[in-house]
């Protein structure tokens, strides 16, 4: 099972632009879908981003779709979400998630809870 990463949460301002990214560690990487979610204080973790093993597949929940975009590269272990034009809104902590299933990296609720790896998380502040 790989273990997971994330950095490049910070504060901004509103507009600005941050790219997270999600290390992996273990040669198993490749083989996992990788989603990113996030939660803001006093709400539910919500789904915001996910890309297939191999990268051929992406979904975005309807907030960020035009601004965020969601990228790995297996040979660096890593994934990323780019993020431009951000919002006070998208204010949260972001948390990178594995699964060998891509359905378990979009989806949400209790359902959750079937997501083998996740990260600590890395806290994104946007000020207006």
């Known amino acids: 099972q790989v273990q997971l990463v994330e950095s490049g949460g910070g504060l901004v301002q509103a507009g600005d632009s941050l790219r997270l990214s999600c290390a992996a560690s273990?040669?198993?990487?490749?083989?996992?879908?990788v989603g990113w979610f996030r939660q803001a204080p006093g709400k539910e973790r919500e789904f915001v981003a996910a890309?297939?093993?191999?990268?051929?597949?992406?979904s975005y929940t309807d907030s960020v779709k035009g601004r965020f975009t969601i990228s790995r590269d297996n040979a660096k272990n890593t994934a990323y979400l780019e993020m431009n034009t951000l919002k006070p809104e998208d204010t949260a902590v972001y948390y990178c998630?594995?699964?060998?299933?891509?359905?378990?990296?979009?989806?949400?609720?209790?359902?959750?809870?079937?997501?083998?790896?996740w990260g600590q998380g890395t806290l994104v502040t946007v000020s207006s």
């Open positions: 998630a594995a699964d060998h299933d891509f359905r378990v990296v979009t989806s949400t609720g209790s359902l959750l809870r079937h997501v083998e790896v």
């Open positions: 273990g040669r198993t990487f490749s083989s996992y879908a």
């Open positions: 890309i297939t093993w191999g990268g051929g597949s992406t």
